[in-house]
């Protein structure tokens, strides 16, 4: 397998340092992953599998 962590420097991010979100139907914490190198946050509900997609915004360091 590639190591492809050099290629995607935002997708190293780890995650939990992503916001949460609740299911909008079960209302139980989703677990979530960066998608699009690093562009996007993909949730996905552990219960229903309802799955949610958002775009990250740049964060002021």
Not at 4 to 21: C, F, G, V, Y
Request: aromatic content about 6%; glycine content about 4%; charged content about 15%.
């Amino acid at each position: 397998m590639t190591d492809t962590s050099t290629s995607q420097p935002n997708a190293s991010i780890p995650t939990a340092e992503l916001p949460d979100r609740l299911c909008t139907w079960c209302k139980v914490a989703m677990t979530k992953r960066l998608v699009a190198g690093g562009q996007f946050i993909h949730y996905t509900c552990p219960k229903c599998v309802f799955q949610h997609t958002t775009k990250r915004t740049p964060q002021a360091h």
